[in-house]
């Protein structure tokens, strides 16, 4: 912050000095830009001022901790006893999806597809580079480390006009620096950004939290909601088959759609609570959940959302999965960003 400060009063300074000098080129004139400098001043201050405060004194991101998902240590249910839960038991389907997630998986790479309604606006297809560890809590302390590198390989959202085409997401609990961290190559300035892992820009850029982005967390959100609606009495579900998901891949899936009672929208962040506003239902809300599983892995590498009348309202596919990668040891830092 000392550093900030002594450049603006330098930049002050400067200006000031440069003020006395216009007198001597006429009263007039002088008096002119005396005014602009003093507006240019104000600015300059208000303008270090946000970035201080961004920097150093904005209160740090409140996070929710996601459900734990309990493991008794039982033995995993065979291929035929996974498919039966697929058709009768959707629930416990995705229960041993999470608990076999949580012994064999300790981070995934792969690449999203993804297309999605935000704030009542359709986005482009985009295809994105993601990888992801940390996400599963650890056995010993219960806690995570989340971390997110998701790069652009086609689309790419905008934040302060500039495309970004690459985001880092490093979990830090309880400190201000919890923020995602993004890179922009096509900004004038400041092509490395960073914006708050839950705040306005990363609501406008995505329906989902980064902290989420990953395979597990993604299967934890379906199974809460699912859970809830089955203990409210009021899931509804159709089992849709068993076959290949061209979009993933081509790996065989089953394939299960839950049916709403009413229209919903998903909480930005896993265990959140969704805004149920008449304007956002109406904007964003969908009638229909469509989840594909790998049957071979069951991983959930399919998820449709669409309104009653079959409109798609967001669709997210992953394909290339390499699980349990000896991920390099940059891939998780600003380095590991910017590399091509």
Known sequence: MIREMGWFVRMLVALVSWARLSR?????????????????????????????????????????DAPVVPDNN??????VEFEQLAKSDPVEMLHQC???????????????????????????REVIALSVRGDVPDPTTGKTRIEVLMKWQVGGQAVLGSEVKGTLYVEEKGGNKDSIITWRPTAPFRKEHAIDVNGPSARE?????????????????????????????????????????????????????RICRSPEVDAFELGGTPDMSPETVAREGFAELTIMIDAKRWLQVGTELRRANGELIGAYYFRDIELNPAFPGETFT???????
Do not use: N
């Open 205 to 257: 850029a995505s329906r989902y939290c980064i902290r989420d982005a990953g395979l597990y967390r993604g299967t934890l959100r379906t199974y809460e909601v699912w859970k809830q609606r089955k203990e409210e009495g009021i899931l509804a579900t159709e089992y849709l088959g068993r076959k290949p998901i061209e979009q993933a891949g081509g790996v065989e899936c089953h394939i299960v759609k």
């Open 74 to 79: 039982a033995a995993l249910p065979q291929s």
């Open 98 to 124: 999470l608990v076999r997630y949580q012994r064999e998986v300790k981070g995934f790479r792969g690449v999203l597809e993804k297309q999605e309604c935000i704030k009542g606006k359709f986005s482009l």
């Open 334 to 340: 600003k380095d590991g960003l910017l590399k091509k």
């Open 24 to 64: 001597s080129s006429g009263a007039g004139k002088g008096r002119m830009r005396q005014r602009a400098l003093a507006l240019s001043a104000g600015l300059l201050l208000v303008a270090i001022g946000m970035g201080a405060y961004t920097r150093y004194f904005r209160p740090a991101p409140s996070f929710i």
